[in-house]
């Protein structure tokens, strides 16, 4: 059975750091482009947001350009996880933050806007920052 579980999230203070883990199992991360979401406090599934993704072959995109400069998506298809470095953490960073995996389809879709295009998603990690 596919699954993803991210771990990692947690209690940070503000201007710190995390690293966010998304582990897949019964299925290859080889074989799928990834990204990472975050949903609020209070938002809705409809309102989560699209932080990165990253091609299988590792190229990358920011969806949002409120993290440019602050986070790094990258993967470790040998370990079957991709990652999430964030740093100078924000309040408006604390966020529920959810892996997911797409499939490598031809065209290619855009994950950062069509999400609902995506195979997988795990239940998230809690990112909590305080002042």
């Known amino acids: 059975q596919a699954q993803l579980v991210e771990s990692g999230g947690g209690l940070v203070q503000l201007g710190g750091s995390l690293r966010l883990s998304c582990v897949a199992s019964g299925f290859s991360l080889t074989d799928y482009n990834m990204a990472w979401y975050r949903q609020a406090p209070g938002k809705s599934v409809r309102e989560r947001e699209a932080i990165a993704s990253i091609t299988r072959e590792s190229i990358s995109k920011f969806c949002s350009d409120s993290v440019k400069g602050r986070f790094t998506i990258s993967r470790d298809n040998a370990k079957n996880t991709i990652y999430l470095e964030m740093s100078s953490l924000k309040p408006e960073d604390a966020a529920r933050y959810y892996c997911?995996?797409?499939?490598?389809?031809?065209?290619?879709?855009?994950?950062?806007?069509?999400?609902?295009?995506?195979?997988?998603w795990g239940r998230g990690t809690q990112v909590t920052v305080s002042s």
């Open positions: 997911s995996a797409g499939p490598s389809i031809t065209p290619p879709y855009d994950m950062c806007t069509q999400p609902l295009l995506n195979d997988f």
